[in-house]
């Protein structure tokens, strides 16, 4: 990994790692990561040569990320080549990826389990215990999902601060003591 210091290897390095821990690619997590400690947009034989990775690495990486909304191609004045760049602000990252992982991951489930639902009120086969687990697991994933589409309207000012605010909030609310609320 030329022209990179040991802080920005070690990071690259470590959100690749972490990438495949949340299944993600290696490489694509470590162009992620490369390209938000990037200054400006870089080009895909920039990203090649600094992670020594193949270029159809780094052209598949690019276009996975581009399918997840958090990098997007950039044309410079003066440059014919295609640059990429990803989204600085960490709030607007986190919320992209929920967003992605959201539609990608709980909208199907969300989508399974009232078929599941529909079938198991249907089937006499299927016994009480199973139904209401069942029902228990939609209700859960649909109060969640209604629960982020507030979220996601909500502005980053206000979702950081509110973050920040940690167990004030609860305190605040008078939800509970924050750490022991259930």
């Known amino acids: 990994m030329q022209d990179l210091t040991a802080p920005e290897r070690k ?4 959100w690749g790692e972490m990438g495949a821990r949340w299944g993600i690619n290696r490489t694509v997590a470590q162009v992620h ?5 990037a200054p400006k947009p870089m080009p895909a034989e ?41 989204k600085k602000d960490v709030w607007d990252l986190f919320r ?3 967003e992605e992982r959201k539609r990608r991951e709980v909208d199907p489930t969300l989508a399974l389990l009232k078929e599941c639902l529909a079938e198991a009120e249907a089937d006499r086969e299927t016994g009480d215990y199973s139904e209401a687990r069942l029902r228990e697991l939609h209700e859960f994933f649909d109060t969640t999902s209604r629960w982020y589409a ?8 206000a979702v950081s601060r509110l973050a920040r605010l ?9 939800l509970g003591e924050g750490k022991e609320a259930t």
């Open 11 to 14: 990071f690259v390095l470590h």
């Open 96 to 98: 992209t990826i929920v």
């Open 46 to 86: 920039a990203i090649q040569q600094v992670l020594g990775v193949a270029r159809s690495n780094v052209s598949t990486s690019l276009r996975e990320l581009q399918g997840w909304g958090l990098v997007k191609l950039v044309h410079l004045p003066g440059d014919r080549r295609d640059h990429f760049e990803t």
């Open 150 to 157: 507030q979220f996601k309207a909500w502005p980053v000012a």
């Open 33 to 37: 990561a490369l390209l938000f400690l």
């Open 166 to 174: 940690g167990d004030k909030a609860f305190k605040l609310l008078k």
